[in-house]
């Protein structure tokens, strides 16, 4: 059925929500209007209607969409040959435009809720698991609708009961997720926004492998649906969200915000209970302060001096160094009246001393924010490849905790650390899934290529063996003892006419029937006929060797003193080996730093214990191994 032009920008311009529904799984939200003119294939300047309008014309348009227009609208891409079939994702689809599609299909709106609870509440994956819908529905369900949109590629299940998951987009892209359950009974769920992360921060295997994209709505609150469906089906509930995995959730600022609000309305999760966590894109906090919405602020901190904190979080400087933001978190708590978390994730020997927790006690203080609205979350390292620092161990984190405390009365909680053995940390996995692939890939090559090799060889014949300088004559003696007599005969001729002496000039001619010129016939080996030649060969050799004098000898006095010298050996042979020799020559440094201040405690007497005591001994060992590398690196 052909619409009429009126009729196709009406249904074009109603589409900014309801046809989120029926985007194809690899496009997501922010491409509608491509969904749309797949769907209706209308001509390029409806499109152009769309752009236009204003969000106030959308909606009032949107009240007059009917199920008559729905129903053509999935009609013409049933129709289309150029698209795929287009399915409607149950887990993200809001309930009004459940309810619409419905209503397309002759069922009640009533229909969309149970739909949803079966979906939502009972965490079912199966349409056929749905029993009070009849079975009719269902077959459409089945046929125009999924559960879901994300690919779980890997999923790994720590032994503190931390599940950690890779998902795989419809591009291919890997984004990871973490379900965390607590003693008591929360369970807290770290989403990412972002496939990759832009912001550089050294230390974070997500900042390590760089930015590939934003997140759509529907990507972000996924995560989240699945996560407080399952919990759902095992009588439990998602009780928190952490924007915190791969991704900066504030510079994918819009998408993350719409995504939150379903959170809130559609899963039932407090806003309170939902924090965004932020290295500091300073324009965005600001927006943030303007949202009706009361969701936690975290801002990774990790340093109080700018030129550190520049060189950990690159970004730093982006949005206008520490002074900035820390200007706008006092902004932030006055105007919401909301307390804000910094993060400080704890490297040892670097930003765990109780020296920095001063600077940092002193930076709030500089700068007016209030003690009572802040609290820091310290979170000891996650050690990842791309970085040399190590955890802070215990004994430096209550100390620091204890200065911030008795000294600036700032309240700091060191934060469990959840999911060591699995690498729960961000990025972590999606790094070992891609160097899993990585090496998968080179080894196909591998085989590959022998395959190849293999299937070439077939076809070479093999070549029979060379005999190199060996010639068939028809004059050549059949008989041993025929060529022995001719060979006699040929040496005494020889001694006969042999007369010359050193230094005589010999006089000789050409034969006629030798032809230079053709050079192709002669000389192509220059292996010898017989014995004959070789020994008349031996002889003009000799015949050189005495026009030219003999080399004098030279007199060597001690056998030692041309003895080659040799010099200390080196194993850095190439570019690889020059960058793990300074890798491991800064290692060592920071080491025998960090002994020194050992000694200094020791010295002052300050008791060590038995970890620190270990380092010391190997004091020596250290030493060594720096000269060697400084030696193999000059």
């Known amino acids: 059925m052909r619409m009429s032009r009126a009729l196709s920008s009406l249904i074009v311009v109603s589409s900014t929500r309801f046809i989120r529904a029926f985007q194809p799984l690899h496009i997501s939200s922010t491409q509608n209007s491509k969904v749309t003119s797949s769907l209706l294939n209308p001509d390029q300047n409806y499109l152009k209607i769309v752009q236009r309008l204003k969000s106030t014309q959308q909606r009032r348009i949107r009240k007059t969409l009917n199920a008559s227009i729905i129903e053509e609208i999935i009609d013409e891409s049933k129709d289309s040959n150029t698209q795929p079939a287009l399915k409607v994702n149950l887990l993200t689809i809001h309930e009004a435009e459940l309810e619409t599609l419905l209503a397309s299909w002759k069922q009640p709106k009533y229909r969309a ?21 009849p079975k009719k529905l269902r077959s459409l369900l089945e046929e125009y609708t999924t559960i879901g949109t994300l690919e779980l590629d890997v999923e790994v299940v720590s032994k503190d009961g931390t599940r950690k998951r890779a998902y795989r987009l ?20 770290c989403i990412s926004s972002q496939a990759g992360c832009a912001m550089g921060c050294v230390f974070c295997a997500t900042g390590q492998m760089g930015f590939a994209r934003q997140l759509t709505p529907d990507e972000i609150f996924e995560q989240v649906a699945k996560f407080s469906a399952e919990l759902k089906k095992e009588n439990k509930r998602l009780s928190n969200v952490v924007m915190m995995g791969m991704g900066e959730p504030l510079a994918n600022y819009r998408n993350v915000m719409e995504a939150i609000k379903r959170m809130n309305t559609d899963l039932g999760i407090g806003a309170r209970k939902i924090t965004v966590s932020t290295v500091g894109v300073v324009p965005n906090i600001r927006k943030l302060m303007e949202e009706d919405l009361q969701v936690r602020l975290a801002v990774s901190l990790h340093c109080s001096s700018d030129e550190e904190r520049s060189q950990l979080l690159p970004a730093n400087k982006r949005y206008g160094g520490l002074d900035e933001l820390m200007n706008t978190i006092r902004e932030y708590i006055d105007t919401t009246n909301r307390r804000v978390t910094l993060e400080w994730a704890l490297i040892e020997n670097e930003n765990d001393t109780p020296e920095v927790a001063r600077q940092l006690g002193q930076l709030l ?5 209030r003690r009572d609205m802040t609290h820091i979350n310290l979170i000891p390292l996650n050690p990842t490849g791309g970085y040399e620092g190590s955890p802070s161990g215990r004994k430096n984190v209550n100390e620091f905790v204890n200065v911030l405390d008795k000294e600036f009365g700032i309240k700091a909680t060191p934060r469990v650390r959840r999911g060591i053995d699995i690498d729960a940390g961000c990025g972590q996995l999606k790094a070992a899934v891609k160097k899993k692939e990585e090496k998968e890939l080179k080894e196909k090559e591998i085989l590959e290529a022998r395959s190849a090799v293999e299937e070439l060889q077939k076809f070479v014949e093999p070549s029979s063996p060379q005999m190199v300088g060996v010639w068939e004559d028809e004059d050549e003696p059949e008989d041993l003892e025929q060529e022995a007599d001719l060979k006699a005969l040929y040496n005494d001729r020889i001694r006969k006419t042999n007369t010359l002496k050193h230094g005589d000039i010999v006089n000789f001619e050409l034969h006629d029937t030798v032809n230079l010129d053709n050079d192709e016939e002669d000389f192509d080996d220059e292996s010898y006929e017989n014995d004959l030649d070789k020994d008349e060969a031996a002889r003009l050799i000799n015949l050189v060797k005495l026009s030219f004098p003999e080399p004098k000898v030279v007199d060597q006095t001690s056998e030692d003193e041309f003895k080659p010298v040799v010099g200390p050996t080196t194993t850095i042979i190439d570019e690889d080996s020059i960058r793990k020799a300074k890798k491991r020559r800064k290692k060592l440094l920071k080491n025998l730093k960090a002994i020194n201040k050992l000694k200094d405690m020791q010295a002052n007497g300050k008791a060590l214990n038995e970890e620190q005591m270990e380092k010391v001994e190997k004091e020596k060992e250290w030493k060594d191994e720096l000269e060697s590398v400084e030696h193999n690196l000059q």
């Not at 291919?172 to 929360?186: C, K, T, W």
């Not at 203080?365 to 924010?369: M, Q, V």
């Open 113 to 133: 809720k149970q739909i949803l609870s079966w979906v939502h509440e009972k965490g079912i994956t199966d349409v056929n698991e749905m029993n009070n819908i």
């Open 170 to 189: 419809k591009d291919n892209q890997l984004i990871e997720s973490v379900l965390m359950p607590y003693e008591d009974g929360r369970q807290t769920a």
């Open 365 to 369: 203080k500089r700068f007016g924010i």
